[in-house]
């Protein structure tokens, strides 16, 4: 076997595969383009889905990839075992439609065994396969030679996520040796079985059957190969060590985090954990942000802020007090760097975003340690069990693990709901699994679009209007010679001047005609191979395949669109030079009316920079910069500093789209010839849409002129309300805000002085139980913060009593009590709260000594009230 570094491994079975006529796909963004079924791309595949369907023909239906990947399923085992990982790199060879089970085999059978390539001991591999599946034990008994006892039958290898593309896989497995010959599960001590000495390797994927919806198999019209295997798990084997994490890609990582530490990997098991989970999730973090996600509150962003506060959590189990995880960004940087340069481009974006999500933490964590107390001191006196709400809360909100709270609570001599706590943790996956759209992995191949293979040249560019033969009608997934319904029908011509929906820019409209037809442009897309299909709706008379037509583009739309879409690039630039080059493009809609661009950013852009963003567009505008578009390698392009935009495949040759300079941008769209002919540009909003994604809606030309027209109006309007010329209205309105808040003013003293008038003999709301002083009474009150500020009026001259106040807002019963802190050890505001909330149907809580809450049963209030003195007359 050779030894190679992981890097190495990598460099050889891309060149394997590309000696074999395959082609190197690179390795696309962590976050799915158009793919709502994915929260992350989590295999080799899940990136060609669009080749695997149909929805597009590859230059070369053979494909390697080596792929990064994120999976998070079961983020509770990384650390704890060998190989679980959230981030990892999957190999893969692929083929649509091309070779299938025979050359899949041999192909994985040189890799690994030739000398030439991985010089694997073939006496140490072994297979298995699908029981039914004798072509391919034929071949690895017949054609590979492997000995029948090698090779295992086991029911599981068959590939199937429900209906679409499936079919049967062989898995290649490595005997690491008798030294591996322990664990409970020695009873499965087999190639497939749960057991650490037979590793697999690389799984073999035969799609040959399509799973219909009434859950019958036919054969599928062209079978495919989807193969994978993990980097790091081959890396382990021919560095022979043995887990993943002690590979060259995880021990610079773990070196770095001894040197903060202080600590040594290998010592003992508890510190390993740590050291493993800090460097798989630092990886899968750092990456991730490089590729534009950013930690929040839900989706992708949870799952990053999960990873960041598990990895503080584990760094404080090795003695790192302070935030520390931006410090191996640099080391995940000079280890990933050989294939993934992503890293070195975003550094200093990455870190910064990690050190403020993890100061943020820190912060959090005591905060939770402080919640975690009063949570304990709840329910030390009663049950003497921290509730699974409970539990999840401090999981959730804080934090922290539930191992950590059970040790806290056993130290402290209460137990935790496990139960409750594995509820509330199913609720929310349930809420992630349907917060995404429920999508098959892949849909069958379209024979008919696949199979239309003539070339339709594109005329758009240079003209709105060309003469083209209509070659192909589609109605219905099938070919016709002619049609002359009132449905919607598809058609393609050998030459168009209509752009297809692409890189965000909207299709064009308009109309084909000849002598005895008319039919109306609705919607243009691309056929799998690269043709644009028309969708057109048949105003007059018949339409004949073979037959010439004119094809006329909407001019004025079109005007319009290429307005937007030179303006969007334009203001890609500006957002880097005023908020920073992290600002990627991350989505974009250019139509007639407006233009929509979405971009990477932590935070709101603040007005002032909106302001200047838009006075540089503008700038531009008006020094009417040429825009030079011109077709270039793709290598060339880069060496210009062409930009390549989110989720887009470029191809051999691009066309660079180059505004003097200013703004060069790898582009199939259709722009102006000079930026002078947008007029102006006008910005509407501003928006997060999602984890760490702005978004900018704008207007060019006459609708941002329209825009100032209609502004200018709602100005003359508030100035002839105002009785003042439109330049005044603006110190009119600032003297109006100051009248105001001086009237404001003057009803809230007003109200305080009506309050303490009210309440200015509380004898008849006072009561005394045993040793303590009870009020409670209803009051008027405005609003919660009126409740509060007349708690406090209350407290300030009775300080040693128990008060509890009700009032009424809105139809709605607001309570608040409050305890002296004296009694807290006792008594409990919370456990007040919560027994009057019950009263009038509602729900409370709160500290020991302050606690707020409310209900819908106005009519209760004085049983709410007297919870007040049942609750206390436990304690004389």
Same mark, same amino acid.
């Not at 919370?830 to 000594?849: H, T």
């Given at each position: 076997?050779?030894?190679?570094?992981?890097?190495?491994?990598?460099?050889?079975?891309?060149?394997?595969?590309?000696?074999?006529?395959?082609?190197?796909?690179?390795?696309?963004?962590?976050?799915?383009?158009?793919?709502?079924?994915?929260?992350?791309?989590?295999?080799?595949?899940?990136?060609?889905?669009?080749?695997?369907?149909?929805?597009?023909?590859?230059?070369?239906?053979?494909?390697?990839?080596?792929?990064?990947?994120?999976?998070?399923?079961?983020?509770?085992?990384?650390?704890?075992?060998?190989?679980?990982?959230?981030?990892?790199?999957?190999?893969?060879?692929?083929?649509?439609?091309?070779?299938?089970?025979?050359?899949?085999?041999?192909?994985?059978?040189?890799?690994?065994?030739?000398?030439?390539?991985?010089?694997?001991?073939?006496?140490?591999?072994?297979?298995?396969?699908?029981?039914?599946?004798?072509?391919?034990?034929?071949?690895?008994?017949?054609?590979?030679?492997?000995?029948?006892?090698?090779?295992?039958?086991?029911?599981?290898?068959?590939?199937?996520?429900?209906?679409?593309?499936?079919?049967?896989?062989?898995?290649?497995?490595?005997?690491?040796?008798?030294?591996?010959?322990?664990?409970?599960?020695?009873?499965?001590?087999?190639?497939?079985?749960?057991?650490?000495?037979?590793?697999?390797?690389?799984?073999?994927?035969?799609?040959?059957?399509?799973?219909?919806?009434?859950? @019958?198999?036919?054969?599928?019209?062209?079978?495919?190969?989807?193969?994978?295997?993990?980097?790091?798990?081959?890396?382990?084997?021919?560095?022979?060590?043995?887990?993943?994490?002690?590979?060259?890609?995880?021990?610079?990582?773990?070196?770095?985090?001894?040197?903060?530490?202080?600590?040594?990997?290998?010592?003992?098991?508890?510190?390993?954990?740590?050291?493993?989970?800090?460097?798989?999730?630092?990886? @899968?973090?750092?990456?991730?942000?490089?590729?534009?996600?950013?930690?929040?509150?839900?989706?992708?962003?949870?799952?990053?802020?999960?990873?960041?506060?598990?990895?503080?959590?584990?760094?404080?189990?090795?003695?790192?007090?302070?935030?520390?995880?931006?410090?191996?960004?640099?080391?995940?940087?000079?280890?990933?760097?050989?294939?993934?340069?992503?890293?070195?481009?975003?550094?200093?974006?990455?870190?910064?975003?990690?050190?403020?999500?993890?100061?943020?933490?820190?912060?959090?964590?005591?905060?939770?340690?402080?919640?975690?107390?009063?949570?304990?001191?709840?329910?030390?006196?009663?049950?003497?069990?921290?509730?699974?709400?409970?539990?999840?809360?401090?999981?959730?909100?804080?934090?922290?693990?539930?191992?950590?709270?059970?040790?806290?609570?056993?130290?402290?001599?209460?137990?935790?709901?496990?139960?409750?706590?594995?509820?509330?943790?199913?609720?929310?996956?349930?809420?992630?699994?349907?917060?995404?759209?429920?999508?098959?992995?892949?849909?069958?191949?379209?024979?008919?679009?696949?199979?239309?293979?003539?070339?339709?040249?594109? @005329?758009?560019?240079?003209?709105?209007?060309?003469?083209?033969?209509?070659?192909?009608?589609?109605?219905?997934?099938?070919?016709?010679?002619?049609?002359?319904?009132?449905?919607?029908?598809?058609?393609?011509?050998?030459?168009?001047?209509?752009?297809?929906?692409?890189?965000?820019?909207?299709?064009?409209?308009?109309?084909?005609?000849?002598?005895?037809?008319?039919?109306?442009?609705?919607?243009?897309?691309?056929?799998?191979?690269?043709?644009?299909?028309?969708?057109?709706?048949?105003?007059?008379?018949?339409?004949?395949?073979?037959?010439?037509?004119?094809?006329?583009?909407?001019?004025?739309?079109?005007?319009?669109?290429?307005?937007?879409?030179?303006?969007?690039?334009?203001?890609?630039?500006?957002?880097?030079?005023?908020?920073?080059?992290?600002?990627?493009?991350?989505?974009?809609?250019?139509?007639?009316?407006?233009?929509?661009?979405?971009?990477?950013?932590?935070?709101?852009?603040?007005?002032?920079?909106?302001?200047?963003?838009?006075?540089?567009?503008?700038?531009?505008?008006?020094?009417?910069?040429?825009?030079?578009?011109?077709?270039?390698?793709?290598?060339?392009?880069?060496?210009?500093?062409?930009?390549?935009?989110?989720?887009?495949?470029?191809?051999?040759?691009?066309?660079?789209?180059?505004?003097?300079?200013?703004?060069?941008?790898?582009?199939?769209?259709?722009?102006?010839?000079?930026?002078?002919?947008?007029?102006?540009?006008?910005?509407?909003?501003?928006?997060?849409?999602?984890?760490?994604?702005?978004?900018?809606?704008?207007?060019?030309?006459?609708?941002?002129?329209?825009?100032?027209?209609?502004?200018?109006?709602?100005?003359?309007?508030?100035?002839?309300?105002?009785?003042?010329?439109?330049?005044?209205?603006?110190?009119?309105?600032?003297?109006?805000?100051?009248?105001?808040?001086?009237?404001?003013?003057?009803?809230?003293?007003?109200?305080?002085?009506?309050?303490?008038?009210?309440?200015?003999?509380?004898?008849?709301?006072?009561?005394?139980?045993?040793?303590?002083?009870?009020?409670?009474?209803?009051?008027?009150?405005?609003?919660?913060?009126?409740?509060?500020?007349?708690?406090?009026?209350?407290?300030?001259?009775?300080?040693?009593?128990?008060?509890?106040?009700?009032?009424?807002?809105?139809?709605?019963?607001?309570?608040?009590?409050?305890?002296?802190?004296?009694?807290?050890?006792?008594?409990?505001?919370?456990?007040?709260?919560?027994?009057?909330?019950?009263?009038?149907?509602?729900?409370?809580?709160?500290?020991?000594?302050?606690?707020?809450?409310?209900?819908?049963?106005?009519?209760?209030?004085?049983?709410?009230?007297?919870?007040?003195?049942?609750?206390?007359?436990?304690?004389?």
């Amino acid at each position: 076997m050779k030894q190679l570094t992981t890097n190495e491994l990598r460099r050889l079975f891309l060149q394997f595969f590309e000696s074999k006529n395959h082609d190197i796909e690179p390795s696309a963004s962590l976050i799915p383009v158009n793919d709502d079924s994915l929260l992350w791309i989590n295999s080799g595949v899940a990136t060609l889905k669009k080749y695997f369907d149909g929805t597009e023909i590859p230059k070369n239906p053979r494909i390697v990839n080596s792929q990064k990947s994120i999976r998070t399923n079961d983020i509770e085992n990384v650390g704890f075992t060998a190989r679980h990982h959230t981030f990892f790199e999957m190999l893969g060879n692929f083929s649509i439609g091309n070779y299938f089970k025979k050359e899949a085999i041999l192909y994985a059978w040189e890799f690994l065994t030739s000398e030439e390539w991985l010089n694997f001991d073939e006496e140490k591999l072994f297979v298995t396969i699908h029981p039914e599946d004798e072509e391919s034990f034929k071949i690895w008994n017949e054609e590979i030679g492997l000995h029948p006892s090698k090779i295992t039958r086991i029911e599981g290898n068959f590939w199937d996520i429900g209906e679409g593309p499936c079919g049967p896989n062989s898995e290649i497995f490595y005997d690491r040796g008798e030294s591996y010959d322990f664990g409970e599960e020695r009873n499965e001590m087999y190639p497939g079985g749960e057991n650490e000495r037979y590793l697999e390797i690389w799984n073999l994927v035969f799609s040959e059957f399509n799973h219909n919806s009434d859950h @019958t198999y036919t054969p599928l019209p062209n079978k495919n190969i989807d193969t994978g295997m993990g980097l790091e798990r081959l890396a382990s084997v021919i560095q022979d060590v043995p887990t993943n994490f002690d590979t060259d890609v995880f021990i610079p990582i773990i070196n770095k985090t001894e040197e903060l530490s202080g600590r040594k990997y290998g010592e003992n098991d508890i510190d390993d954990v740590a050291f493993k989970v800090i460097s798989d999730h630092i990886r @899968t973090v750092a990456f991730a942000i490089g590729d534009g996600a950013l930690p929040s509150n839900e989706g992708r962003g949870y799952v990053l802020r999960r990873l960041i506060r598990r990895a503080t959590r584990f760094g404080k189990e090795l003695g790192i007090k302070k935030a520390f995880l931006s410090e191996i960004v640099p080391v995940v940087k000079e280890v990933m760097n050989d294939y993934y340069p992503e890293i070195q481009a975003s550094e200093d974006f990455i870190k910064q975003v990690i050190h403020q999500e993890e100061e943020r933490f820190l912060t959090t964590l005591d905060e939770g340690i402080k919640i975690y107390e009063e949570m304990r001191d709840n329910v030390k006196g009663t049950t003497k069990t921290l509730s699974g709400e409970d539990a999840f809360k401090l999981y959730d909100t804080f934090g922290f693990p539930i191992e950590m709270t059970v040790e806290y609570a056993a130290v402290d001599g209460i137990t935790v709901d496990i139960d409750g706590f594995n509820a509330e943790m199913e609720k929310q996956r349930e809420r992630a699994r349907s917060s995404r759209k429920d999508n098959n992995s892949m849909n069958v191949q379209s024979e008919t679009y696949t199979n239309i293979k003539d070339e339709s040249i594109f @005329t758009g560019y240079e003209s709105v209007q060309s003469e083209g033969k209509l070659l192909y009608i589609i109605k219905d997934d099938q070919l016709v010679d002619t049609y002359d319904g009132n449905e919607p029908v598809e058609v393609i011509f050998d030459r168009t001047p209509f752009y297809a929906i692409s890189g965000g820019q909207v299709a064009d409209k308009g109309i084909i005609e000849n002598d005895h037809a008319l039919m109306e442009v609705v919607a243009v897309t691309k056929a799998p191979n690269g043709q644009n299909i028309h969708t057109v709706i048949l105003k007059e008379g018949s339409i004949n395949v073979h037959e010439n037509y004119s094809l006329k583009v909407d001019k004025e739309t079109r005007n319009f669109i290429i307005k937007n879409h030179t303006a969007t690039h334009l203001l890609h630039q500006a957002l880097k030079d005023v908020i920073g080059t992290h600002a990627n493009q991350a989505g974009s809609l250019v139509e007639k009316e407006r233009l929509r661009f979405d971009f990477t950013h932590i935070e709101g852009v603040k007005k002032e920079e909106l302001k200047e963003i838009e006075r540089i567009v503008n700038e531009k505008i008006y020094e009417s910069l040429n825009v030079d578009i011109s077709e270039m390698s793709i290598d060339d392009a880069k060496k210009k500093g062409a930009m390549a935009l989110f989720g887009e495949k470029y191809g051999e040759t691009v066309r660079v789209v180059d505004i003097d300079g200013y703004s060069i941008e790898l582009c199939g769209g259709i722009h102006v010839v000079n930026t002078g002919q947008i007029g102006t540009f006008k910005i509407l909003s501003e928006s997060g849409i999602g984890a760490g994604i702005r978004r900018i809606e704008a207007v060019t030309s006459k609708y941002a002129v329209e825009l100032l027209q209609r502004e200018e109006q709602t100005i003359e309007r508030i100035a002839e309300s105002l009785k003042v010329k439109k330049q005044n209205v603006e110190s009119k309105i600032a003297e109006l805000e100051e009248s105001e808040k001086a009237l404001q003013k003057e009803l809230k003293e007003l109200k305080a002085s009506l309050q303490k008038d009210a309440l200015s003999d509380l004898s008849q709301n006072t009561v005394q139980i045993g040793d303590y002083t009870v009020i409670k009474t209803e009051i008027t009150a405005g609003s919660v913060p009126e409740l509060r500020d007349t708690m406090d009026m209350i407290k300030s001259s009775h300080q040693e009593a128990i008060i509890a106040l009700a009032t009424v807002i809105d139809d709605k019963v607001s309570l608040i009590v409050s305890v002296p802190k004296s009694l807290t050890k006792e008594i409990k505001a919370g456990d007040i709260m919560k027994g009057m909330a019950e009263r009038v149907d509602g729900k409370g809580g709160g500290r020991p000594d302050q606690a707020q809450g409310g209900g819908t049963n106005v009519d209760n209030i004085n049983d709410a009230l007297q919870f007040v003195d049942e609750y206390i007359k436990n304690f004389v």
